[in-house]
C-alpha cells in the first residue's frame, strides 16, 4: 500500500460521508448607529485576522495568528495548542509514522470541557486542529522532489513528469479534501493509542509501507467509542472571508475497519462510517465573531441571541473636552443592549 492511498484510506473500508453543507453562521452581529472605539485587546486581535487571512503571511507566522485568535476568544478551553503537530496513522499492524501534519492541534489536556462533558477522554486526546491550505499546498507540492543533476541543473522532462504527479493529489473540490478526511481519522485514532502522537516537523525518512507496530502501539488502551473531532481551516478574503469548521462523528464501526482492515463488515455495519459537516462562519465583524465560533464548537452553550464577549474588545470610554474648559472628563457610553449598542463596529 503506497504512502498517500494510507493517508485516505483504503476505499475498500472507509465510508466517510460529508452532509450538505450547514447553513453559514453570520450571527450574532452588532446592530444600531452608535460608533465604538476599539480596546487594545479588539486592535491586536484584528491585526492577527488580518495576517491569517493574507494569502502573503508565511505559513508559521498565520499558525500563531490563529493560535492568538483562539487564545484570546477561549483562554481558558483552548490556550496552548501543539504547534507543527504530527499525527501516525494506524492500519491494522502497520504504522505510519506522521502521516498527517497540521497546523496547530489542541488537546483534551488544554481544554476544560473533557472533564465535564466527556469523562472519558484521555489526557492529550486531540480534539481540534487548524490547517492552512497555503501550507497544505507547498506540502503537496513538495511530496515530490527533483534532485538536481550535475552543474545544478534541473531534469526538465522530470520535473514536469513530478509536476503532473503532484496535481493528483490536488482534490478537485477543496471543501472534500480527502487530507481533511484523513487528518480527522488520525485524530480519533490517537485516542486509544499509548504513544503520544505529537511531534515536531522532522526529515526522517518515512517508509511508505509503514513500519510493523508493537503490541504497545497496536492495542487501544481503552475500548473503542465514537469520537468526535474538529477541523478549523478558511477561506476568501476581506468581507467574504470564512472560518470553516468541519464536525466528524467517528464511529467505533469505523475505526475497527483501520484496526482490522482485513475483516470485512458486517451486514448492519456496512454503511457505518465517518460522518462529516461543514460550517463556514463569517468572520466579520469582529465583534460576535467569538460567539459565532461557539455556535459551532460548543453548540450546548452558545446564546445565538447575545454577544458576551463585548467589554474586552469596546473601548470602555473615552476622552471628551468639556465646553468652555480645556480640561477633560471620562464619558462612558451607553450600555443597553449589546446588541444594539453599535453599528457593525470593526467591520472590513
Not at 513538495?142 to 490536488?170: D, G
Amino acid at each position: 500500500m503506497s504512502y498517500a492511498r494510507a493517508m485516505v484510506g483504503c476505499p475498500a473500508i472507509m465510508t466517510a460521508s460529508t452532509s450538505a453543507a450547514k447553513p453559514a453562521i453570520k450571527k450574532p452581529v452588532p446592530e444600531g448607529n452608535t460608533r465604538l472605539k476599539q480596546s487594545k485587546i479588539a486592535e491586536r486581535l484584528a491585526l492577527e485576522l488580518d495576517t491569517l487571512l493574507s494569502q502573503k503571511t508565511l505559513p508559521g507566522r498565520a499558525s500563531m495568528a490563529m493560535e492568538h485568535v483562539m487564545s484570546t476568544f477561549f483562554p481558558a478551553t483552548l490556550d496552548k495548542p501543539w504547534a507543527n503537530a504530527e499525527l501516525d496513522l494506524h492500519f491494522g499492524e502497520r504504522i505510519f509514522d506522521r502521516a498527517v501534519r497540521v497546523s496547530c492541534l489542541w488537546t483534551s489536556r488544554s481544554t476544560d470541557t473533557s472533564a465535564s462533558t466527556m469523562p472519558h477522554m484521555p489526557a492529550s486526546a486531540p480534539v481540534l486542529a487548524y490547517i492552512s491550505r497555503q501550507r497544505l499546498a507547498a506540502l503537496r507540492n513538495s511530496h515530490f522532489t527533483n534532485e538536481l543533476e550535475p552543474r545544478n541543473a534541473l531534469n526538465n522532462p522530470v520535473t514536469r513528469l513530478q509536476q503532473l504527479r503532484s496535481k493528483l493529489l490536488i482534490p478537485a473540490d477543496v471543501d472534500r479534501d480527502p487530507y481533511i478526511v484523513a487528518t480527522l481519522l488520525v485524530m480519533a485514532q490517537a485516542h486509544f493509542h499509548n504513544k503520544t502522537p505529537l511531534s515536531p516537523f522532522s526529515l526522517q525518512h518515512r517508509s511508505s509501507s509503514g513500519r510493523q507496530s508493537t503490541q504497545s502501539t497496536q492495542t487501544p488502551r481503552m475500548p473503542l467509542h465514537d469520537v468526535n473531532v474538529q477541523v478549523i481551516t478558511h477561506q476568501g478574503q476581506g468581507e467574504n472571508a470564512n472560518f470553516v469548521v468541519y464536525t466528524a462523528i467517528v464511529t467505533t464501526t469505523f475505526l475497527n475497519r483501520f484496526m482490522f482492515p482485513n475483516k470485512g463488515p458486517g451486514s448492519e455495519d456496512s454503511k457505518s462510517g465517518i460522518s462529516i459537516s461543514r460550517t463556514e462562519v463569517k468572520v466579520w465583524p469582529m465583534l460576535g465573531l467569538r460567539e459565532r465560533f461557539v455556535r459551532v464548537l460548543l453548540p450546548e452553550i452558545a446564546d445565538p441571541g447575545c454577544i458576551r464577549f463585548w467589554d474586552p474588545l469596546v473601548e470602555s470610554g473615552r476622552k471628551r473636552k468639556r465646553e468652555g474648559t480645556s480640561s477633560s472628563e471620562e464619558q462612558t457610553p451607553p450600555r443597553a443592549s449589546p446588541l444594539r449598542s453599535g453599528r457593525r463596529p470593526f467591520c472590513r
